[in-house]
C-alpha cells in the first residue's frame, strides 16, 4: 500500500470553492482502479491534512497524472494554497484492532 500525506494551508478566502474542488476530487480518486480510502482533517492551527491510499505506487501515478486532477493541482498554486507538503509512503506493516461492540454493562 502507497499512503500519500498532503498538508497545507490555505489563502484566505478560497474555503468555499475548495470544498467544492475537494469534494470532486474525492469522487474522481474513488472512481479509480487501485483506490483504497480518503481522509481528511483540519488541525486546531489550520492546517490541512488529506490521507491518501492507493494499492500501488502504478496506481498512485494514474491517480496523480489523471488530467483533472492535473487541473486541481495547478489551481491549488496558482491560488488555493499558501503552502503544502506531499510525502509519499510505504506501508510497512499494517495492523487493525475493533473492540466488539458488548450490551453487557461492567459493574
Not at 481522509?39 to 505506487?57: L, P
Amino acid at each position: 500500500m502507497v499512503v500519500t500525506i498532503f498538508r497545507s494551508r490555505l489563502n484566505p478566502g478560497v474555503e468555499e470553492e475548495i470544498n467544492r474542488i475537494g469534494t470532486r476530487m474525492f469522487e474522481l480518486a474513488a472512481s479509480m482502479p487501485g483506490f483504497v480510502s480518503y481522509s481528511e482533517y483540519v488541525s486546531a492551527d489550520g492546517e490541512n491534512v488529506t490521507i491518501v491510499e492507493f494499492e500501488s505506487h502504478e496506481t498512485l501515478a494514474t491517480w496523480r497524472a489523471h488530467p483533472e486532477h492535473r487541473q486541481a493541482q495547478q489551481q491549488g498554486k496558482e491560488r488555493f494554497f499558501s503552502e503544502y507538503r506531499i510525502t509519499i509512503c510505504e506501508g510497512i506493516r499494517d495492523y487493525t484492532y475493533k473492540a466488539e461492540a458488548t450490551s453487557a454493562v461492567r459493574q
